[in-house]
């Protein structure tokens, strides 16, 4: 934790460092969610965004996941960008009675408008994939560059 902290404060010196929120939802039991995420740029193509969300409870079953996706950010315009994302995740569903944890990768694009140099409004689609699990997720959110 403490090399990942230094990396981080470092990385915000240069500017290349984002933290935001976001709706999500999740198609598998047609659950709404809340999340946060963070993003790393490491060049001006390539970022690492871990993010969470936790889908509320519908139909018995509440869902969280944590996700680490990596970004390769094509400028289309001034301040308008999409991202191919793959990267991996693992999620817990609780149902009622029990619980289960699956670990999976994600594949899916985005894109980002950058309302400021600070705030930028976001839109994904991932489809979360493991073995018997399949789940498309969209999400829309804003994020806060430093």
């Known amino acids: 934790m403490c090399v990942i902290s230094a990396f981080c404060i470092a990385r915000a010196d240069s500017g290349d460092i984002g933290v935001g929120i976001q709706l999500a939802h999740g198609s598998k039991a047609n659950q709404i969610g809340l999340g946060a995420r963070v993003q790393i740029g490491f060049t001006d193509e390539l970022r690492l965004e871990p993010s969470f969300n936790y889908y509320f409870r519908q139909d018995h079953v509440a869902t969280w996941d944590v996700d680490i996706n990596l970004h390769y950010v094509l400028d289309v315009t001034d301040g308008f960008s999409v991202y191919p994302l793959g990267g991996i995740f693992v999620s817990n569903w609780d149902f009622d009675p029990g619980s289960d944890t699956r670990f999976g990768a994600n594949l899916g694009a985005g894109a980002e ?27 829309v959110g804003v994020t806060f560059k430093f």
């Open 113 to 139: 408008y950058a309302i400021t140099d600070v705030v930028a409004l976001t839109g994904e689609l991932k489809y979360m994939l493991t073995g018997d699990y399949r789940q498309l997720a969209t999400l």
